[in-house]
């Protein structure tokens, strides 16, 4: 089966053909960071209108790439949410008409679905395992039965870690996207020169809390310690507090392998201190190449591909014949 998704959640647009929920034949990517750079973060009205330019584009390159016509594909997906909801609109709307067009079924997928499906791509997972979604929105720690069925055990209770890299990385002038740049910056620090306190929160001790690390940070600073000295010891709390609590949930689930997800789990501490703690524990750790740790369309098409192999005959993803696309949601 060809699956066409797209992915317009935030600030990249993507549009991917992957064959049977695996075989990625495409995978294009507009990044928008020369918008929102000046910025510092993602400003949602002009994502909207970037979206609306590159889409036709990155739809065309991605069925060209994969050798495939818009009328040989079986199935479209794109992503409903989470994300904003301009941005979004663009990419539903795209793909709902390309299906309704060619009289194919379209299928919702969940953002969070997308990433945690996207380790399949290029790795054997086993099930169930533990999955750690770590991105600049998302947080969380999920028991993966199956690639559409999946339980939230832990999660941040305030910023996400590529949320709180964001923020640091703009009171250092670091620049935006905030986690690569404090990783870059990180490689010429003393991650032991600045002292933060792991957060913990007292009645669910496995959940996450970032904020208040933005708070230290800007105290941190008024000391003036080297920026390359605050990056590595901000990087290394954030980093030590993600590993330890996924590696504990593992042990309490008894689960033997952790996958990670979103654009955090291209952070090359993180994947090395993860590692490190997995092999001490005789636990499995994979992750998506870098490409599908960010956001991106093949992870949409894996996950449309498999909410329709679970249930083809569901009535929310009918054929979008000409005659009934108007009663389809």
């Not at 399949?120 to 979604?133: D, E, G, M, S």
């Not at 230290?216 to 003036?224: D, P, S, V």
């Not at 605050?230 to 709390?237: G, M, P, T």
Request: proline content about 5%; aromatic content about 6%; charged content about 20%.
């Amino acid at each position: 089966m060809l699956v066409l998704g797209i992915e317009s959640s935030c600030d990249e647009t993507a549009c991917a053909v992957v064959k049977d929920g695996e075989g990625v034949l495409s995978n294009v990517v507009a990044s928008q960071h020369d918008v929102h750079s000046k910025y510092g973060g993602v400003v949602p009205e002009l994502a909207a209108r970037r979206h609306l330019e590159n889409l036709p584009v990155v739809v065309s390159e991605a069925l060209k790439r994969a050798g495939v016509p818009a009328g040989d594909v079986d199935l479209f997906s794109a992503t409903f949410g989470p994300g904003l909801m301009g941005a979004l609109l663009v990419g539903l709307s795209a793909a709902k008409g390309m299906a309704w067009a060619v009289g194919r079924p379209f299928v919702p997928v969940n953002h969070l679905h997308g990433h945690i499906t996207a380790a399949r791509l290029n790795h054997r997972l086993t099930y169930p395992h533990i999955c750690l979604l770590v991105s600049g929105g998302h947080t969380s720690v999920y028991r993966v039965d199956s690639p559409v069925s999946f339980v939230e055990l832990a999660r941040t209770r305030d910023d996400a870690a590529g949320e709180a890299f964001d923020k640091a990385a703009k009171l250092m002038g670091l620049g935006f996207p905030g986690g690569p740049a404090v990783e870059k910056a990180a490689l010429k620090g003393d991650e032991l020169a600045v002292k933060f306190t792991v957060p913990t929160i007292r009645e669910k001790k496995t959940d996450f809390s970032f904020s208040g690390l933005k708070t230290a940070a800007r105290l941190a600073l008024e000391k003036n310690p080297r920026v390359e000295d605050l990056a590595a010891s901000f990087q290394r709390v954030i980093v030590r507090t993600l590993v330890s609590r996924t590696v504990s949930i593992a042990r309490e689930q008894g689960l033997k392998q952790i996958v990670m997800a979103g654009g955090v789990a291209c952070n090359q501490k993180l994947r090395g201190e993860m590692k490190a703690a997995c092999d001490g524990a005789g636990y499995d750790v994979v992750w998506p190449e870098p490409v599908f740790c960010t956001d991106n369309a093949a992870m949409i098409a894996a996950a449309g591909f498999h909410k329709f192999a679970a249930n083809p005959d569901d009535p929310a993803w009918r054929n979008f014949t000409r005659v009934d696309a108007a009663a389809n949601p």
